[in-house]
């Protein structure tokens, strides 16, 4: 059998959300029956990126649904802002959408976060289908239930918890993604691997070029392995009650960093410093070994990931991470690992160690 040929896998999403996450090549035609019957209207939300899919989308649903809109939308984060859900809430609006119908999210992170957000909020929720078309949507942000838009004071401090209806994941999408951002991509996967499931690390470590391969066995493997670890903490914790806080490793930094680069950094890049500064927080106020920490920089210096942040720039980083969600009566509260596989919240730690932890990161 050719790498491409494999059949779709299906990693189910149970407990207080219920859906199925589809990973697989030649997807497209499913997004009808995705769907399903009782849909009568549908409107996709996308980037100009992928407009020409949006399109060829647009033509095979209207073989099945009364009316099929699109909303094309800014790029990457310019995408998330209320500005941009209230001109998707518009078009559903002027076209009489009902409770039976529908939003399709395609694209990056950025367009499912938002047409999530729409999808939840439009008549206090109507069906929700993601079709996921990079690395970071398809492991992460699509997959979960997370939506939500930015504001001027942080990252993601608007949204909702909504599960979607179904989720396709069609790897044969990822052939126009340039490289860069597949990389970005895998700062998430890796996130994964760190939190939950090493072999993620392994196969990096084994062959990075080959592991960031859309076209290979151990991409897909790597891919697969992440979602199922996305699948399993949703189910058991979908509203982020405890658990689910875990798959916030390398975010309370991550998205200072974000904040304090407008917005213009990958979200993954901004991870994957984020989780070196997790390393080295869980090495000095936790009982994370020298060797695990090596493993990070190893891992993400293999995927050409950035390690580090300037050194000026922490008293800003700090004053944004206390708008944290995970943060507790004025307390920061970050995710950091024991082992390789084994995180825990770290609470209450003090400025110092927060700031001693920075420098062993800063540039
Ligand atoms: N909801 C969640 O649980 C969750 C989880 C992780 C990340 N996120 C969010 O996801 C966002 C990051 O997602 P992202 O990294 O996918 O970034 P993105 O959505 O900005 O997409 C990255 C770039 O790739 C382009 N692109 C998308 N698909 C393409 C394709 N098939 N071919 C060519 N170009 C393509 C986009 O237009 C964009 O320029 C952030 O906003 C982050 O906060 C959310
Ligand atoms: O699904 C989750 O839960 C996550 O934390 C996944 C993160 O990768 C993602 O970036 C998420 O959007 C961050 O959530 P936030 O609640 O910290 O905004
Ligand atoms: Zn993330």
Not at 31 to 44: P, Q, S
Not at 68 to 80: H, R, S, T
Not at 199 to 225: G, H, K, S
Request: charged content about 25%.
């Amino acid at each position: 059998m050719s790498e491409k040929a494999d059949a779709p896998t299906d990693i189910r999403v149970t407990g207080d959300a219920d859906y199925t996450i589809t990973v697989g090549r030649g997807l497209q035609g499913r997004v009808a029956d995705a769907l399903g019957d009782r849909v009568a209207k549908v409107l996709i939300v996308h980037t100009p990126t992928v407009g020409r899919l949006a399109d060829e989308l647009r033509q095979s649903l209207q073989q099945r649904f009364g009316q099929v809109l699109l909303a094309e939308v800014p790029d990457a984060e310019a995408a998330k802002r209320v500005e941009v859900a209230a001109f998707c809430w518009q078009i559903m609006g002027q076209a009489d959408f009902t409770r039976t119908d529908a939003v399709v999210g395609l694209g990056g992170g950025a367009v499912t976060d938002l047409a999530g957000f729409v999808a939840a909020t439009w008549l206090r929720g109507v069906r929700l289908v993601q079709v996921p078309t990079t690395v970071l949507g398809m492991v992460d942000a699509a997959v979960g239930g997370k939506t939500g838009i930015n504001t001027a004071e942080g990252k993601n401090l608007v949204g909702a918890f909504y599960a979607p209806h179904a989720v396709l994941c069609d790897l044969d999408l990822l052939e126009t993604l340039p490289k860069n951002e597949i990389l970005a991509g895998f700062a998430e996967v890796v996130k994964a691997g760190f939190i939950a499931e090493p072999e993620i690390l392994d196969i990096v470590e084994a062959d990075p070029d080959r592991a960031t391969d859309p076209a290979t066995p151990e991409f897909r493997r790597a891919v697969e392995l992440a979602i199922a670890v996305k699948a399993r903490v949703v189910s058991e914790d979908f509203r982020e009650g405890g658990l689910r806080e875990i798959l916030n490793y390398g975010h309370t930094l991550g998205h200072a960093i974000e904040h304090a680069e407008r917005y213009q950094w990958r979200h993954g890049v901004a991870v994957a410093i984020g989780m070196m500064y997790a390393a080295e927080l869980g090495r000095m106020a936790g009982s994370l070994s020298d060797e695990a920490v090596e493993r990070h920089r190893r891992v993400l210096t293999l995927l050409g990931l950035p390690l580090s942040y300037p050194a000026g720039r922490w008293p800003g980083l700090l004053a944004t991470m206390q708008r944290d969600k995970k943060a507790r009566a004025g307390m920061l509260r970050f995710i950091v690992l024991d082992d390789i596989a084994k995180p825990r919240v770290l609470a209450g730690v003090d400025d110092s160690v927060l700031q001693f932890a920075y420098q062993e990161i800063a540039s």
